[in-house]
């Protein structure tokens, strides 16, 4: 499918399949956003100015229908290219998705001591800590950075499969792998011993 470029103001442009490119024109101008989205921003009848995403109007145009409740559009490239994945509004590059794997395909916080998201040194050990469907979950407190990071990232993709920042699991041992399954039992999340598996 061709792909084009629709200018944003600011010197930025978004990345469009052909297929959309003469209907998001046909809307107006569009911004680059502070928070580094393509948006466009609307007055309705009563004065009040309504912000429309590009890549929400992509995804309906898409599905040929108003988007379901309670689900967000998500980058695809997210977890690759951070900020920059916003403006990538291909129709490849979208996804449908809830709040929490939107959530859980961003990547390390600002106030992370790590550089890593979930990971925190703390007392001479490093903590990992995750949340899911409203739990904060401890996987334990570790001397090993390099193990710290085995036990988050086998976490995150046994509970978020493909909407997980970490796909690279294939080096995890078997035993982290089960402890960290015997850890979400305890909260109540049924996983397989399987890191292509996901979470119920």
Known sequence: ?????????????????????????SIGNWCYSSSGY??????DENGKRKTLFMHRVIMQRKLGHP???????????GAIQGNRA??????????????SQNQAAKGS??????????INFRQGKWDVRLRYKRQRINLGRHDDFEKAKMV?????????????????????????????????????????????????
């Open 1 to 25: 499918m061709s792909v084009r470029r629709i200018p944003l103001t600011k010197g930025q442009f978004a990345i469009v399949d052909e297929c959309d490119c003469d209907a998001l024109i």
């Open 38 to 43: 393509a948006v466009h921003y609307q007055t």
């Open 86 to 99: 916003r403006l990538d509004n291909r129709r490849s590059n979208l996804r449908l998705a809830t709040h």
């Open 152 to 200: 988050y990232r086998c976490a995150h993709h046994l509970l978020w499969g493909e909407f997980s920042t970490e796909q690279n699991v294939e080096n995890v041992p078997s035993e982290i792998e089960q402890w960290v399954c015997a850890v979400l039992n305890q909260h109540g999340i049924v996983v397989s011993s399987d890191v292509n598996s996901t979470a119920a």
């Open 67 to 77: 988007l379901p409740a309670s689900y967000q559009v998500d980058h695809i490239s």
């Open 109 to 118: 916080q600002k106030n992370s001591t790590s550089g890593h998201k979930g």
